[in-house]
């Protein structure tokens, strides 16, 4: 019998592979099975929660928490590389225990449990959330991916558009999340935005349970199709698919081991420009979310931003270039720097499918550059991002002066006249600058060059109280302390009834000097309706608290004993710097142009790995490009960002400027080693 003969078992065969591809076409809409959009609105709400919580968080630490950036960066840099890093134990449990199926579930229940936790206030919570969130982003995010190609036969070419799909879902998820979750913090609180991020991944969980008995019956109908298609070439996937290289791809007498070896060599050095591209990348949830929070002018419609003016303070004169207040109209719109985050996914949606057109008008034409030189591209763009951050920040760093006859005791200023505070912590003693170094004071005047953000200026503030109007306050907090514990204590033992409340007062000596609570009192900036936890006697010279304190409050406490001079002087600078605040434009051309150097880079780089890796070692390469670009990368990041503010913001964006250059001419040069050791690959 001739091989193009069938015989009975070819025609059941055909017969049965016929009844379950009808069968498989049946649940299918607009070309795709129904089921990718029960994972694409699952994946969407997660990443709803989980970038709606990311814009919220380096604020949180730094506004709310009262932390140092350097201390807030260190918690962001371990919490964004375990998270990155923790799918690679969660893909290995879901294949050996749970299954794809229940890893996402489970991991999906301990995201919202993480996100409901940080929605309370006390540090424990704060950090199990945190943990939370690591955790069941483990769980979740390498096993609802791979539930995506299990809805396709390996040769079915719809595969990468349905990723396609998938990733709009991520970023439409990216793009809301901020939005709202900005929106809710802004009108009503942070814990209110985290409890949003909470009520997205419980959304999400809802799709995906709702939908996950089809998504079962998909991959049933494709594992048959499968069998039915047999083991040949037409089931699992063929050595091109998986990277093998074609005959003509190779040149003669060239060993297989070599050409492995050469590609995987280009994928490690490929990897390490990819790290410094998200390095650079990664700095939008920390230094450039702190940049919108501080630097931009977020009212929208307004050209120059509306000045700060200090309640009580009535001597600082009014900047001729301050723009009055407004409160209604198109004048009146404030963004959050929360919602700054949605900029580059709404970038990623729009511009994603014109760079897909490009490469194919390219290839057309014979034209397309090579994975390498997109690459170089986008560590190239990346550099043109942050030289245009270099100017805006020079655009920032105008001078505003006041005068001050002399600087307080507890300050002192170095050869250059930048102002600082000796601080000795654990033996060891180091300089605190302000103003991220633009501080400066010289010949009876203290001028700052920029922006003086609310947060050195109550820091500042704080450092030059008297001793006695020190020493009161810490006795005032000891004694905090000791009564909510003692409290606690007597609740638990039902000795006080839960509501009954107490206070602890202290009396400001008259030797601590005039007390003028310029940055406020803990809580006198709330709507609420709760009395606030500290009031002041004036006349008594009386502190009387009533509940525990923050950070900030404590540090809104410290200010109010500052050197009067002195707080005249900063108060004045803090004032009119604020009017110095630059166009959200600026932001807008840096996301534009870094989204540009992503996907350049990202999308190509994924592409490359499965082209070539060697077929045995795919998935062990991808999972070394996930972990170098997404936990190394994230924490390096993060790492970084803590040195933001002990530099000026020009020389921070400089930095990464000047990297990016140095990076994309190293890999100009690099290319002609790179492309051969290719071996055919474009």
């Known amino acids: 019998m001739s091989s193009n003969s069938t015989g009975p078992g070819d025609f059941n065969a055909h ?24 994972l694409f609105f699952a994946e969407m709400w997660e990443r709803f929660s989980f970038y709606g919580m990311k814009a919220l968080l380096i604020l949180y630490m730094v506004n709310y928490l009262f932390w140092r950036q350097g201390e807030a960066s260190h918690v962001m840099a371990w919490y964004a ?29 301990i995201i919202a449990v993480g996100h409901f936790l940080l929605a309370f206030e006390p540090l424990p919570f704060f950090y199990s959330g945190l943990a939370c969130l690591v955790v069941g982003t483990g769980f979740l995010k390498p096993n609802i991916s791979t539930q995506v190609g299990a809805l396709y036969t390996t040769k079915d070419e719809r595969r990468d558009s349905a990723f396609t799909i998938f990733y709009m879902g991520i970023n439409l998820g990216a793009f809301v999340g901020p939005l709202i979750c900005g929106w809710l913090r802004l009108n009503y ?55 093998e290289p074609q005959v003509e791809d190779v040149a003669a007498g060239v060993p297989m081991s070599k050409v492995y070896f050469d590609r995987s060599l280009v994928l490690v050095v490929i990897c390490v420009f990819a790290i410094l591209f998200w390095v650079g990348f990664e700095q939008a949830a ?104 270099l100017l805006a920040a020079q655009a920032e760093c105008k001078r505003t002066t006041a005068k001050l006859e002399q600087l307080p005791q507890q300050l002192q200023v170095d050869d250059q006249q930048r102002v600082y505070q000796s601080v000795t912590e654990d033996g060891a003693t180091r300089n605190e600058y302000f103003g991220a170094t633009r501080l400066r004071y010289a010949e009876g005047t203290l001028e700052m060059s ?31 302390k000791h009564r909510a514990e003692e409290v606690r204590a007597a609740k638990q033992a039902g000795e006080m009834d839960r509501d009954e409340g107490w206070e602890v007062a202290v009396e400001i000596p008259p030797t601590a000097g005039a007390v003028e609570f310029i940055a406020g009192l803990p809580g006198a900036e709330d709507d609420g309706d709760e009395p606030p936890p500290v009031r002041w006697d004036a006349d008594r010279r009386e502190l009387v608290a009533t509940a525990e304190l923050s ?61 070539a890796a060697p077929p045995k070692y795919v998935g062990l390469f991808m999972g070394f490009w996930f972990f170098t670009t997404g936990a190394v990368s994230n924490y390096l990041a993060h790492y970084v960002g803590g040195y933001w503010g002990q530099m000026t913001p020009a020389h921070y964006f400089m930095i990464f400027g000047v990297l990016g250059i140095i990076a994309t001419v190293i890999m100009l040069l690099l290319l002609r080693v790179l492309k051969p050791k290719l071996h055919g690959i474009h």
């Not at 017969?15 to 990718?36: D, K, M, Y």
């Not at 000045?307 to 900047?319: D, E, N, R």
């Open 81 to 109: 590389g375990l998270v990155y890093a923790t799918p690679v134990i969660g893909g290995i449990v879901a294949d050996k225990l749970t299954g794809a199926r229940w890893a996402v579930v489970v991991g999906g229940v």
């Open 450 to 480: 920029g922006v003086l953000t609310d947060l050195d200026w109550m820091r500042v503030l704080g450092t030059t109280a008297s001793e006695p109007y020190n020493d009161a306050i810490e006795g005032l907090l000891a004694k905090i």
């Open 286 to 389: 920390n230094v450039m979310n702190l940049w919108a929070d501080k630097h931009t002018n977020l009212h929208v419609f307004q050209g120059t931003a509306p000045q700060a003016l200090v309640t009580g303070h009535m001597t600082a004169p009014t900047s001729a270039e301050a723009a009055p207040p407004s409160s209604s109209g198109l004048a009146g719109f404030e963004m959050t720097a929360e919602m700054t985050q949605s900029i580059n996914p709404f970038f990623i949606i729009t511009l994603a499918a014109v760079f897909a057109w490009f490469w194919q008008f390219l290839e057309r034409r014979g034209r397309q550059p090579s994975t390498p030189v997109k690459m170089m591209f986008g560590v190239f763009f990346l550099s043109c991002a942050y030289g245009i951050m």
């Open 551 to 611: 950070a900030r409050d404590e540090a809104q406490l410290m200010a109010g004993g500052a050197d009067p001079s002195f707080r005249e002087a900063i108060t004045q600078l803090y004032e009119q710097s604020s009017v110095l605040k630059v166009s959200i434009a600026w932001l807008l051309a840096f996301y534009l142009v870094i989204t540009i150097g992503e996907l350049c880079l990202s999308p190509v780089g994924l592409s490359l790995v499965t082209k």
């Open 189 to 243: 609180g942070y814990h209110y935005g985290f409890a949003a991020a909470g009520v997205g991944m419980v959304l999400g969980l809802i799709v995906y349970i709702l939908g996950m008995g089809s998504v079962v019956r998909r991959e049933k109908l494709i594992a048959a199709e499968e069998a039915a298609m047999g083991t040949g070439d037409e089931g699992g996937a063929t050595p091109a698919a998986a990277g």
């Open 15 to 38: 017969q049965s592979q016929a009844a379950v591809i009808a069968a498989r076409r049946r649940g299918e809409f607009l070309g795709h099975p129904t089921c990718l959009f029960t």
